[in-house]
């Protein structure tokens, strides 16, 4: 599932095509989506210049000089494939190319999405803030306003694992499964401390860590898995290597705890989803 810069990487990816650029064609193929396509609002955007694009959360937010925005949501298996002009000849569309774009350019800009748990809609810019998915939304974490005391008074009285609560959208946005237990393993807290409960110390340790994982995530272009793939095409480079993520019981990358005394790095299930950590590294 994309996570936070797998759509940082899918948006920048986009930007050379469509910033400046306008759509002169918006062919919706197959709108089964979470919510359906819809293609009537979609109209509205043809022909009008992009003024820029920007990421929320999960969202990719396309902005038109006509005050209005696409709302993009990749979902589980969202993928945009850009194609020159003189790639067009490559295009072979099935019924998992839900949507395709032309811009002026002659650009085509196809959206996949398998599992079909994506979404595109639009919405007024000025109205956005209110927009029922956006509204909910917690600081992006690599925004300079996003401290230690944010996050702290977003914690207090949360009584549940610090794990749990970094992955709430309303806390913070965009730390997914495998970045939090990345950056906890990093911060050396246990997932499974009570959130309210972990020291000021550590939370501004968490926040950095945060950040740093992100920010690595998004150099090496996302951390492509499984479904993901950039908008050349491609899939990712793998120069990103997690230290706890899908390495149960391989040795802990820090510490010299000896895997037969320790186990090395622990799997457990914690609001359904798996959290690797080092038993010694965190507590
Ligand atoms: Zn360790």
């Known amino acids: 599932m994309p996570e936070l810069p797998e759509v940082e990487t899918v948006m920048k990816g986009l930007q050379p095509f469509l910033s400046g ?3 002169i064609g918006l062919e919706v193929r197959s709108p089964q989506l979470r919510i359906p396509i819809p293609a009537r609002k979609l109209k509205v955007l043809m022909g009008v210049p992009i003024v820029k694009l920007e990421r929320r959360a999960k969202y990719i937010l396309i902005h038109f000089a006509n005050e209005k925005t696409m709302i993009v949501h990749l979902g589980m298996t969202g993928s945009f494939t850009v194609y020159p002009p003189k790639k067009q000849a490559d295009i072979l569309l099935d019924r998992h190319d839900h949507l395709v774009i032309t811009t002026d350019k002659n650009v085509k800009i196809i959206y996949r999405d398998p599992r079909r748990f994506g979404m595109i809609d639009v919405v007024d810019t000025d109205k956005m803030s209110s927009y029922k998915p956006l509204q909910i939304l917690g600081p992006e974490p690599l925004d300079k306003n996003f401290t230690a005391s944010v996050l702290k008074a977003n914690l207090s009285n949360r009584k549940i694992a610090i794990k749990v609560a970094i992955m709430d959208q309303k806390v913070v946005v965009g730390v997914g499964n495998i970045y939090a237990s990345e950056a906890l393993f990093l911060a050396g807290i246990s997932p499974t401390t009570q959130a309210n409960e972990v020291t000021d110390q ?8 945060i950040k740093f994982i992100l920010k690595a ?3 090496s272009g996302g951390s492509t898995l499984r479904d993901y793939r950039n908008v050349g095409g491609e899939g990712g480079y793998f120069q990103f290597k997690f230290s706890v993520y899908d390495r149960e019981g391989e040795a802990c990358p820090v510490c010299d705890c000896s895997i037969e005394k320790t186990g090395g790095i622990r799997r457990i299930v914690q609001a359904g989803r798996s959290t ?5 590294c965190q507590t």
């Not at 550590?202 to 860590?209: R, S």
């Not at 690797?276 to 010694?280: A, E, S």
């Open 202 to 209: 550590k939370l501004a340790l968490l926040v950095d860590k």
């Open 217 to 219: 995530a998004i150099k």
């Open 276 to 280: 690797f950590f080092c038993k010694t």
């Open 21 to 23: 650029a306008e759509i």
